[in-house]
């Protein structure tokens, strides 16, 4: 069985940098596309970046774009989320997710994925 566990969140200031980390575990790490979510209270879930098996291939949504960067170690079965300029409006439950793919460089911005983690929780003062 899959699991993720998402760590490293917290309480920031804006403009503040926080990183979020994504351990899975089992020995086929290299067979998902990763992608991370975001749930702000009273809101739907929302992609927030996602990247191929590959690494080669990654896509965010436009209001993160140029402030948050995915990443992913192959090697220690790792997804991160680099988050920087943070603002208020980031403000929610952070979700990590696996997608079984075929390929490479595919990434996927929509639902549904495979594996949830159980979400770390962002915050940004103002």
């Known amino acids: 069985q899959v699991q993720l566990v998402e760590t490293g969140g917290g309480l920031v200031q804006a403009g503040g940098s926080l990183r979020l980390s994504c351990l899975v575990s089992?020995?086929?790490?290299?067979?998902?596309?990763m992608g991370w979510f975001r749930q702000a209270p009273g809101k739907e879930r929302e992609f927030v970046a996602t990247i191929s098996r590959s690494g080669s291939s990654t896509d965010y949504t436009n209001s993160v774009k140029a402030r948050f960067t995915i990443s992913r170690d192959n090697a220690k079965n790792t997804v991160y989320l680099q988050m920087n300029s943070l603002k208020p409006e980031d403000t929610a439950v952070y979700y990590c997710a696996a997608k079984f793919s075929s390929y490479s460089s595919t990434v996927y911005k929509r639902e549904p994925y495979d594996y949830w983690g159980q979400g770390t929780q962002v915050t940004v003062s103002s």
């Open positions: 089992g020995r086929t790490f290299s067979t998902y596309t």
